[in-house]
C-alpha cells in the first residue's frame, strides 16, 4: 500500500469508515464554496446543500436511536469535521441546526421535546441558537433576557427588557430558522433561578416575524457568507409552560421549581456541559481547515521553481531550508492535533453513549475540549496564513481559496467560546484536580481551594499510560546528559515543565487566601498570564502524549517510522518556542539549547522527501482541491 495511504489510516482513526465514504460521497455533491455568489446566494446554497446532506446520515447521527438518530456521536463529530474540508460556511450551519439547536432539544429536553427531532434531522424545523447576547457573551451566567412564568396562563415570558439583552450573532436567525432554542434567566414565584433554555417560535412558515419578535441581519461579515447570523428582540413573547426544555429544572402547573441538581452554579455548568459536541466539532473543524490549507501549500511548493542554482536549475520552493521550516513544523503540529482531537472523539462518543456518564469523566472531557478547541483554532489561522503567503500571488487569488479559509477560520477563535476564557477554564480546572466545587467560585474562594488541594497531582494520562512513563524512564540520560531526540527525554520536559508552570500558579494564588474580596480578585486577576501558561503547556503535554501513543496503534513499517520522526519535528519546535523557559528553570543547559535549532533543521531536511506523503496523508478529498493553484 502507498506510504500516503498508511498515513491515512494511521491518523483517520476510529470514525475511518466515515471519512473515506464523505471522501467520495462529498466530492460527489459540489460542496466547494463558490466565491462568485452574492451574501443572499450564499445563504440559500447553503441551505440547500444541507438538505442534500440528508441521506448521508450525517445528520441523523448524532441523535439517539430511540429519538428517530443514528446514535453514533463520533460519526456526527467526524462527519461535519470532514465538510469543513470544502466549505466552512456549511459546516457552520450544519453546526447549528444538527449540533447546537438539535443538541440543545435532546440534551436539555426531555420526552414531550424529543418528538420534534425527526423534524430537525430533515430540515423540516429549523431552527437557531440563541445564547450570545450584546452585552454578554462569555459570561453567560449573565445573560439578560428573561422568562417569567405566569401560573394564570400557564405560560412564560420571554422578554428582552435592556438594549444589551439583544442575542446577536445566532447563526440562521437573520433567515432561515423558524425557532430558537433561547437561554433566559428563568424566574418563577419572584425567584431567579438561573440560566435555562425555552424553545421559542420566532417565524412563521412564510418567514415573517412572530408577534413580539423582531429579527434582523447581522449583515455582511468578515467571512462565512454562507451563514445568515442575526439579532433577535423579544417583547413579551409568551410561550406554553411545556416549552422549557427541563432536564435540569422544571416548573410545574402552580410555578413551583424543581431540579435534581440543587445547587445553582452546578446546575448550569451541567447544562451547558451536555453541549460540549459543539466545542467538539468547531476544533476538528479548525484542524480539517488547517490541513486543507497546507496541503494547498505543500503540492504548490512541491511545483513551483524559483532561483537558479549552481546548475542553472530552477529550485522547487519546498528545496529551501526557510520554506521547509515554514510548511513542515505547522504540517507536524496538524498530525499532532489529529490524534489528539481522535482521542478527544472516542471519549465523548463513549461518555455520550452513556446512560448516566461519571461526572468527573464529563468534567475532564470539557475542560480538554475547551483547550483543544483554543490551540486547534490558533493552529488553523496560523497555518492557513502561513500556507496563503507561502503561495505568493497565487494564494492571494480567491479561486484558490486560501484567502477564503483565511477569512472563513478567523472567527472560529472566538465562538464556542473565546480562546483566552477557555484556556482558563482549562487552568482554573487542573488548579482544582476535577473539583467540581471550584464551578462558579469567586477568586477568593479559588484560592482557598488552590492552598488547601493542589499538593495532589493534576496529570491524568492521555492513554497509552504504561507507554508514557516506561519512555520516560527508560530516557537515554539525566538533564544535561539527556538526548533531545529521545521520546522519553522529550515526554519528561513536558512534563516537567506542565508541574512547575502549575506549582508557581498555586503559590501565587495561596497569597490570596488571607485577603479581603477586592485583593483576592486583584491577586487573581495578576495571574491570569499564568493561569493560560498553565492550560497551553498543559496541552502541549496531551497532545504530544497523544501523538505518542497513536504511533504505538499503527502497524510497525514505514509509516510507523514516518510518523515518529514527524512527531519529533512537534516535539523540537515546542521546545524551540519555549526555549527561554526550559533555559530559565534549568532543565535545558546553554550548550544543548545551541544544539536546538540545528536538531530542528536536520528533522526538516528528513522530513523534506516526504512532503508529499505527508500532505496527502491528511486525506483531504479531490474535490476540495479542484482550484487552479493545482490543476493549471
Not at 433567515?175 to 418563577?188: D, P, R
Not at 496560523?382 to 496563503?388: K, L, T, V
Request: proline share 3%.
Amino acid at each position: 500500500m502507498p506510504l500516503d495511504q498508511d498515513l491515512r489510516i494511521a491518523i483517520d482513526g476510529k470514525w475511518r469508515h466515515v471519512r473515506v465514504a464523505a471522501r467520495q460521497e462529498l466530492a460527489e455533491m459540489n460542496l466547494a464554496f463558490n466565491h462568485e455568489l452574492s451574501m443572499e446566494e450564499a445563504r440559500e446554497r447553503t441551505l440547500a446543500q444541507l438538505k442534500d446532506l440528508i441521506p448521508t446520515g450525517i445528520p441523523a447521527a448524532g441523535f439517539r436511536e430511540e429519538n428517530g438518530g443514528g446514535g453514533d456521536p463520533g460519526m456526527a463529530v467526524t462527519g461535519i469535521e470532514m465538510l469543513a474540508q470544502y466549505d466552512l460556511s456549511l459546516m457552520v450551519k450544519a453546526g447549528v441546526q444538527w449540533g447546537l439547536f438539535g443538541g440543545a432539544v435532546q440534551n436539555l429536553g426531555t420526552e414531550r421535546h424529543h418528538t420534534l427531532i425527526p423534524d430537525i434531522i430533515n430540515l423540516d424545523l429549523v431552527g437557531c441558537f440563541a445564547m450570545t447576547e450584546t452585552g454578554h457573551g462569555s459570561d453567560v451566567q449573565k445573560l439578560e433576557v428573561t422568562a417569567t412564568y405566569d401560573p394564570a396562563t400557564e405560560e412564560f415570558v420571554i422578554d428582552s427588557p435592556t438594549p444589551n439583552s439583544r442575542k446577536d450573532y445566532i447563526g440562521n436567525a437573520a433567515k432561515h430558522a423558524t425557532m430558537a432554542a433561547v437561554f433566559a434567566q428563568l424566574i418563577t414565584q419572584g425567584e431567579n433561578h438561573g440560566v435555562h433554555c425555552f424553545l421559542v417560535p420566532i417565524r412563521d412558515k412564510k418567514g415573517r416575524d412572530l408577534p413580539g419578535v423582531t429579527t434582523s441581519d447581522c449583515g455582511h461579515k468578515g467571512g462565512l457568507r454562507g451563514v445568515d447570523n442575526g439579532r433577535i428582540m423579544f417583547d413579551q413573547v409568551r410561550i406554553p409552560r411545556e416549552n422549557l426544555l427541563n432536564r435540569y429544572g422544571n416548573v410545574a402547573e402552580d410555578g413551583t421549581y424543581t431540579s435534581p441538581v440543587d445547587n445553582i452554579n452546578r446546575r448550569f455548568f451541567t447544562m451547558l456541559g451536555t453541549l460540549v459536541r459543539g466545542r467538539v466539532s468547531v476544533g476538528g473543524a479548525a484542524s480539517a481547515a488547517a490541513e486543507v490549507g497546507l496541503t494547498i501549500a505543500g503540492k504548490y511548493a512541491l511545483r513551483r521553481r524559483q532561483f537558479e542554482r549552481g546548475s542553472g536549475e530552477e529550485v522547487l520552493l519546498m528545496d529551501y531550508r526557510t520554506h521547509q521550516r515554514r510548511l513542515l513544523p505547522l504540517i507536524a503540529k496538524s498530525y499532532a492535533y489529529r490524534f489528539a482531537q481522535n482521542q478527544l472523539v472516542a471519549r465523548m462518543d463513549r461518555l455520550q453513549r452513556a446512560e448516566e456518564p461519571d461526572e468527573l469523566e464529563q468534567r475532564e472531557l470539557e475542560t480538554r475540549a475547551a483547550g483543544l478547541k483554543a490551540v486547534q483554532t490558533w493552529h488553523a489561522i496560523q497555518a492557513i496564513q502561513e500556507s496563503r503567503e507561502a503561495c505568493g500571488g497565487a494564494g492571494y487569488l480567491t479561486e484558490n481559496r486560501l484567502v477564503l479559509l483565511r477569512r472563513d477560520v478567523d472567527v472560529f477563535a472566538t465562538f464556542e467560546g473565546d480562546n483566552h476564557v477557555l484556556l482558563q477554564l482549562l487552568g482554573k480546572d487542573l488548579l482544582t484536580k476535577y473539583a467540581k466545587e471550584v464551578s462558579g467560585l469567586d477568586p477568593m474562594g479559588l484560592a482557598m481551594f488552590a492552598a488547601s488541594s493542589f499538593a495532589t497531582s493534576v496529570k491524568e494520562r492521555t492513554a497509552a499510560g504504561a507507554l508514557i512513563q516506561r519512555l520516560i524512564d527508560a530516557r537515554s540520560g539525566r538533564d544535561d546528559e539527556s538526548d533531545l531526540l529521545d521520546r522519553g527525554t522529550q515526554l519528561d520536559l513536558f512534563e516537567v515543565r506542565e508541574e512547575r508552570v502549575l506549582d508557581g500558579l498555586a503559590r501565587r494564588l495561596r497569597k490570596a487566601v488571607k485577603a479581603d474580596p477586592d485583593e483576592a480578585f486583584r491577586i487573581f486577576n495578576n495571574a491570569q498570564d499564568h493561569l493560560v501558561r498553565a492550560a497551553r503547556v498543559h496541552i502541549d503535554r496531551v497532545v504530544l502524549e497523544a501523538f505518542t501513543a497513536g504511533i504505538a496503534r499503527t502497524e510497525e513499517g514505514e509509516a510507523a517510522e514516518l510518523l515518529r520522526e514527524t512527531c519529533t519535528l512537534f516535539a523540537l519546535t515546542t521546545i524551540e518556542d519555549d526555549l527561554a523557559w526550559f533555559m530559565g528553570h534549568n532543565r535545558i543547559s546553554i550548550p544543548k539549547a545551541k544544539e536546538v535549532l540545528p536538531l530542528v533543521n536536520a528533522q526538516c531536511e528528513k522530513l523534506r522527501p516526504f512532503t508529499e506523503d505527508l500532505v496527502e496523508g491528511f486525506g483531504v478529498a479531490w474535490g476540495a482541491l479542484k482550484i487552479p493553484i493545482l490543476t493549471d
